[in-house]
Nanobody, 119 residues
Framework: QVQLVESGGGLVQPGGSLRLSCGVS????????MRWYRQAPGKERELVAF????????NYADSVKGRFTISRDDAKNTIYLQMNSLKPEDTAVYYC????????????WGQGTQVTVSS
């Protein structure tokens, strides 16, 4: 059974930092590209960051470039999202996603973790 479990969310003041983690089990982690998405109240889910299977390629939404960093530790089957200089508009539920586009394909989601940026 595939499981993705996010952790690390919480309440932080503007300008602060948080590090999200997503532990993955039940699949061959190194063969999956990984993504962080977020969904704010009343808004559609948006892609925040991407990291390739080997970690050699990363991409970010324009709104988080220079502030967020995605990374992966294949020895721990875990990805991270380091979030710095947080803004109130970063408030959302953050989800991790594992996706494999070559057979056997797979597309799996975690349950989400709440991040609230407020003074």
């Amino acid at each position: 059974q595939v499981q993705l479990v996010e952790s690390g969310g919480g309440l932080v003041q503007p300008g602060g930092s948080l590090r999200l983690s997503c532990g993955v089990s039940g699949l061959t982690f190194s063969t999956y590209a990984m993504r962080w998405y977020r969904q704010a109240p009343g808004k559609e889910r948006e892609l925040v960051a991407f990291i390739s299977r080997n970690g050699g390629t990363t991409n970010y939404a324009d709104s988080v470039k220079g502030r967020f960093t995605i990374s992966r530790d294949d020895a721990k089957n875990t990805i991270y999202l380091q979030m710095n200089s947080l803004k109130p508009e970063d408030t959302a539920v953050y989800y991790c996603n594992a996706r494999r586009i070559i057979s056997p394909t797979g597309d799996y989601w975690g349950q989400g973790t709440q991040v609230t940026v407020s003074s």
